[in-house]
T-cell receptor, first 114, second 114 residues
Framework: GDSVTQMEGPVTLSEEAFLTINCTYT??????LFWYVQYPGEGLQLLLK?????DKGSNKGFEATYRKETTSFHLEKGSVQVSDSAVYFC?????????????FGKGTHLIIQP | DAGITQSPRHKVTETGTPVTLRCHQT?????MYWYRQDPGHGLRLIHY???????DKGEVSDGYSVSRSKTEDFLLTLESATSSQTSVYFC?????????????FGDGTRLSIL
């Protein structure tokens, strides 16, 4: 079956540091890939997505590139802020994000210190 | 933000009692989902719906049932709650899968079974 693997953390960085959160996946088809962010006490918010190989998703300074050859979708940001502290989830959908649900990684807790 | 309302937001109940959680959407989206979030597991799909009266099981459906009598409402029922069902429950919706539309999440229901 489909699966997503990501570092669980917590990952602790200083403000303005470079961020990488690794995400790798296994899937039977050609999945769409997503990063979601969850702030304390809230639901998940879509951060970015990519639907085919070599696509780059980007939003709010975050980027991730769909790498089919390495089955990866690593999240990066050049300069993190305290407000980026949250839990980040990598997810995939084998059905284009519609029915059948998403398969999630376990989440990475990111802590940014001033 | 997607118009998704989950109710109740918090509930404490006793083992063996029935519990119903409600998800209401104002987006007229076809697809609706129920997930549970547990430490160390990320989010796992319980049930989903691809239209009125059309539902199917997800990864962790045992002990849960769902109903969708209207496009806007998707109910999750625990017929006889157990302590293992203590969790945070999230509803999600998505639109046209052919357009790779992503899932959008509600703010969650925190359920405690004593």
């Amino acid at each position: 079956g489909d699966s997503v693997t990501q570092m669980e953390g917590p990952v602790t960085l200083s403000e303005e540091a470079f961020l990488t959160i690794n995400c790798t996946y296994t899937a039977t088809g050609y999945p769409s890939l997503f990063w979601y962010v969850q702030y304390p006490g809230e639901g998940l918010q879509l951060l970015l997505k990519a639907t085919k190989a070599d696509d780059k998703g980007s939003n709010k300074g975050f980027e991730a590139t769909y790498r089919k050859e390495t089955t990866s979708f690593h999240l990066e940001k050049g300069s993190v802020q305290v407000s980026d502290s949250a839990v980040y989830f990598c997810a995939l959908s084998d059905s284009g994000g519609g029915a059948d649900g998403l398969t999630f990684g376990k989440g990475t807790h990111l802590i940014i210190q001033p | 933000d997607a118009g998704i309302t989950q109710s109740p937001r918090h509930k404490v109940t006793e083992t063996g009692t029935p519990v119903t959680l409600r998800c209401h959407q104002t987006e007229n989206h076809r697809y609706m989902y129920w997930y549970r979030q547990d430490p160390g597991h990320g989010l796992r799909l319980i049930h989903y719906s691809y239209g009125v009266k059309d539902t199917d099981k997800g990864e962790v459906s045992d002990g849960y049932s769902v109903s969708r009598s209207k496009t806007e409402d998707f109910l999750l029922t625990l017929e006889s709650a157990t302590s293992s069902q203590t969790s945070v429950y999230f509803c999600a919706i998505s639109g046209d899968r052919a357009l790779n539309q992503p899932q959008h999440f509600g703010d969650g229901t925190r359920l405690s079974i004593l």
